[in-house]
């Protein structure tokens, strides 16, 4: 099969969620505040606005006029914010620091130890580098990733729960290609979420474009659940719970073996893809950027843009999916 598939394609059969307490789940999916949400993404977006830009002297001049994004690439600020977010929490937090040139890197690494199992590990991450203020891209990730962590932190669970705040995404996933290649030890990264641009949502019949080869609703009001045939499962999973829980209109695409085709480079372009290419799993969680959003990587990347209520959805169904992986709540 040379290109990405809807889940709903491959599977006759709904799968099953063996041991999943849906009740205590919504609970825990019930917790996410939306207004919470919204503040958040607000203060990661202030923290872009007032920060210094990524120098981009190692740019051509002719690269930096096709490319103007790449000189306002901000990070340090945001990276701040996470932080004191997560010790705000009481989470055991760390950073690993790379310095190669000609991007540097400061991964933030926030973790709830699991009760029986903590060698197995649940990611959740989002990158918080941005482009001019970066209210999609990826202020809601941010947002999505602080707000599951203040809810979490109020449950036990077997696995051990892990935050991630991977840096400098916008260069060519940097960060994340870092982290997981350094992966070394006893413990075992047992599932991963990625989240990247999860709150621009339009529901005006033919504001979706199809990513080429891939058939797709045309209308902008779906989160696009991306996974690979390792991951297959964990994509399984995420579509049951909601089918079950009713939070979000959600579409499951399978990508092939790695996810590297010809006709699926698009689904390639965020933090899972170094955990894809190095075997691990990991479901990539998005609106779909700019086969939706006119705003991508432009000044115009703005909160006004910003669908609060189905943003909320993702984050509750996200809240729903961790917590079952990591065995719990307890």
Known sequence: MAGATLLGVLSCSRPVLEGA????????????????????????????????????SW????????HEQVCHLTREKAG???????????????????????????NLIAEMRGTTRPEEVVLLGAHYDAFYAGADDNST??????????????????????????DMEEFGLVGSTRYITGQNGPERIVASMVFDCIG??????????????????????????????????????????????????VT???????????????????????????GHEAIFLTDTANFRNRHYHQPTDTMDTLNPAYFRRTVQLSAATIAYWAGGPR
């Open 21 to 56: 307490q849906l009740e205590q789940l919504a609970e825990v999916a019930g917790q996410v505040d939306g207004d919470r949400l919204m503040d958040t993404v607000s203060e990661v977006v202030k923290a872009h606005q007032e920060d210094t830009p990524v120098p981009c």
């Open 59 to 66: 740019l051509t001049e002719d690269q930096r006029s096709r």
């Open 80 to 106: 701040a914010l996470m932080q004191r977010r997560f010790e705000a929490l009481g989470l055991s937090v760390r950073r690993e620091e790379a310095t190669n040139a000609p991007h540097p890197t400061s």
């Open 141 to 166: 990730g941010v947002a999505a990733v602080l707000e599951l962590a203040r809810v979490l932190s109020g449950y036990k669970f077997d696995r051990t729960v892990r935050f991630v705040g991977f």
């Open 200 to 249: 621009y949502y339009d529901t005006r019949e033919g504001s979706q474009q199809s990513l080429p080869g891939l058939p797709a609703p045309t209308t902008g009001d779906f989160l696009a659940v991306f996974g690979n045939d390792v991951s297959s499962q964990r994509v399984s999973e995420i579509f049951a719970l909601n089918e079950a829980l009713k939070l979000a209109k």
């Open 252 to 278: 499951p695409v399978i990508s092939p073996r790695d996810g590297t085709t010809p006709l699926t480079g698009d689904l390639m372009r965020s933090d899972h893809a170094p955990f894809w290419l190095t």
